[in-house]
T-cell receptor, first 114, second 115 residues
Framework: GENVEQHPSTLSVQEGDSAVIKCTYS??????FPWYKQELGKGPQLIID?????GEKKDQRIAVTLNKTAKHFSLHITETQPEDSAVYFC?????????????FGKGTKLSVKP | KAGVTQTPRYLIKTRGQQVTLSCSPI?????VSWYQQTPGQGLQFLFE???????NKGNFPGRFSGRQFSNSRSEMNVSTLELGDSALYLC??????????????FGPGTRLTVL
């Protein structure tokens, strides 16, 4: 079955710097890659997603890139702010199915120092 | 509109007991999924319900069960609790459960501690 590896497990940056979180997946059939942000005491919130027919997607300060050949995808946050501090999860799956096919990485705790 | 609500938010039980957790999805959402979140295993899918039917099930023992009511509210039950069941249990709802066209909204979770 699908396996998703996420690195690093913790990341500390200065406010204004960029942050990059990387994930690799094992199942070449995976074609949907969402990213979630989880703040303390809250459930995960979808922040951006990408499908396998797209190499990059941007939404303001957040971007995701996908390399299907290497089976890895990355989250890029530019001009980080203290409110970006949270745990970020990547996930992978074959869309067309239901929620049960979503496999999550173990998470990255991002700390943005003012 | 109101988000996904879960009750209770915190729960302490002892080994061998059973527990029932409740989830109220966003109004109009018919798909409810349950996840277990632990530091060691991360987020793991438990099961998904749609229109009162279990549509998908993760790799968890039969001690974990759930149901969905006609108003889409869902409950999950864990019987014969073990120490390893201590976790944050998250509920998520979406309109039809057919991502990526459907966004899944998570609740704040129920923190279960088994002593």
């Amino acid at each position: 079955g699908e396996n998703v590896e996420q690195h690093p497990s913790t990341l500390s940056v200065q406010e204004g710097d960029s942050a990059v979180i990387k994930c690799t997946y094992s199942d070449s059939a995976s074609n949907y890659f969402p990213w979630y942000k989880q703040e303390l005491g809250k459930g995960p919130q979808l922040i951006i997603d990408i499908r396998s027919n797209v190499g990059e997607k941007k939404d303001q300060r957040i971007a995701v890139t996908l390399n299907k050949t290497a089976k890895h995808f990355s989250l890029h946050i530019t001009e980080t702010q203290p409110e970006d501090s949270a745990v970020y999860f990547c996930a992978a799956s074959s869309y067309g199915g239901s929620q049960g096919n979503l496999i999550f990485g173990k998470g990255t705790k991002l700390s943005v120092k003012p | 509109k109101a988000g996904v609500t879960q009750t209770p938010r915190y729960l302490i039980k002892t080994r061998g007991q059973q527990v029932t957790l409740s989830c109220s999805p966003i109004s109009g959402h018919r798909s409810v999924s349950w996840y277990q979140q632990t530091p060691g295993q991360g987020l793991q899918f438990l099961f998904e319900y749609f229109s009162e039917t279990q549509r998908n099930k993760g790799n968890f023992p039969g001690r974990f069960s759930g149901r969905q009511f006609s108003n889409s509210r869902s409950e999950m039950n864990v019987s014969t609790l073990e120490l390893g069941d201590s976790a944050l249990y998250l509920c998520a709802s979406s309109f039809s459960g057919a991502y990526p066209t459907d966004t899944q909204y998570f609740g704040p979770g129920t923190r279960l501690t088994v002593l």
